[in-house]
């Protein structure tokens, strides 16, 4: 069992920045794969960005690709998404996700955190 627990959102005005930290505590954090999801107001949850239990391997949504930075830290159990350039259209409930590198789906998730990003 994972559990995790997100920080760091907030209101930001359109082309500012945020850094949201999820903290993993239960399991041997370097042996899962870990993502960021969001979901807005009325539309599904969409993936944003995963790091490999490796860590140097990343992958983004195409919305985000170029502005928001994935990484991670085994050593502190975190895994961190820094947000730049910011628009409106980003504004969601932000969700850490983990998995174990064998499995497909993401199992373990956040509360998550808001992110609201004014024009």
């Known amino acids: 069992q994972v559990q995790l627990v997100e920080s760091g959102g907030g209101l930001v005005q359109a082309g500012g920045s945020l850094r949201l930290s999820c903290a993993a505590s239960g399991r041997t954090f370097s042996n899962y794969d870990m993502a960021w999801f969001r979901q807005a107001p009325g539309k599904e949850r969409e993936f944003v960005a995963a790091?490999?239990?490796?860590?140097?391997?990343?992958n983004y949504a195409d919305s985000v690709k170029g502005r928001f930075i994935i990484s991670r830290e085994n050593g502190k159990n975190t895994v961190s998404l820094q947000m730049n350039s910011l628009k409106p259209e980003d504004t969601a409930v932000y969700y850490c996700?983990?998995?174990?590198?064998?499995?497909?789906?993401?199992?373990?998730w956040g509360q998550g955190t808001q992110v609201t990003v004014s024009s």
């Open positions: 790091i490999r239990w490796i860590g140097s391997l990343t």
């Open positions: 996700a983990a998995k174990v590198v064998i499995v497909t789906d993401y199992n373990y």
